[in-house]
């Protein structure tokens, strides 16, 4: 059966801009938006909340813990709600940072995430950032982009973010030698499909790197049994 919605997707290493970057274009677009990183952050919060012993978590459990994990399209996105509430500053928290690489190679993990990713686009025009999109979860994509960037920029844009200052040449080491074995741990997640559009954003600002995604959604995702859904 032909897919009503549209879907734009997007791939690519940690810290390489997609989730904000998809936020915007979806804003843009009047689509939404869905990071799937998020629902395997939200799974990992719910897990930390049964057990700390990270080192013993088993498959079964986490996927246990993910059903208490709700996915609610709210002002144009999709929100993985935990225990009802959003708790933002919990999924994006370093216990769940430390946490997520591990769960997120977990086979039946992907599976429920990617059930839930597939689901948006059943009612919603989606922009979906993460990984396996343009491979796995959507290779009917009507656009499918993959973004790249220096580690070290990587690394100075993340700790910007998440310091709200510049960051130092050695915090940017550091950073960029977690960023690299992260990589590493990824690498069978992190894989650019045939058929995707190769941006490296190294030297792009983030408005650079919107107007040029969504110039290439606009020429390719015009179609007139598509129906656009920002509400809910």
């Known amino acids: 059966m032909t897919r009503r919605h549209r879907v734009i997707a997007i791939d690519g290493p940690a810290a390489s801009g997609k989730s904000s970057t998809a936020q915007w274009v979806a804003r843009r677009l009047g689509f939404h938006h869905v990071d799937s990183g998020a629902l395997y952050r939200a799974a990992t919060a719910a897990q930390l909340l049964r057990s700390r012993d990270v080192d013993h978590w088993t498959e079964a459990a986490v996927v246990e813990a993910a059903r208490s994990v709700t996915f609610v399209a709210r ?60 491979t796995v979860v959507f290779p009917d994509a009507d656009l499918k982009l993959f973004l790249i960037a220096d580690p070290w920029e990587r690394a100075r844009r993340r700790l910007m973010q998440r310091l709200g200052r510049h960051p130092t040449d050695d915090e940017i080491a550091e950073e960029t030698d977690h960023i690299v074995h992260r990589d590493a741990r990824d690498a069978t997640q992190t894989v650019q499909a045939n058929d995707a559009v190769l941006i490296d954003t190294t030297y792009l ?13 606009k020429a390719v995702t015009h179609r007139p049994d598509a129906t656009s859904n920002v509400d809910g």
């Open 75 to 134: 002002s144009g996105a999709f929100v993985p709600l935990l225990h009802d509430e959003p708790n933002e500053s919990e999924l994006r928290g370093a216990d769940v940072t430390r946490a997520v690489s591990r769960v997120a190679a977990m086979p039946s993990v992907r599976k429920w995430v990617n059930e839930h990713v597939r689901r948006t686009a059943d009612s919603h025009d989606v922009v979906v950032d993460g990984r396996d999109i343009g």
């Open 205 to 217: 600002t983030q408005e650079d790197q919107v107007e040029r995604i969504v110039a290439l959604a």
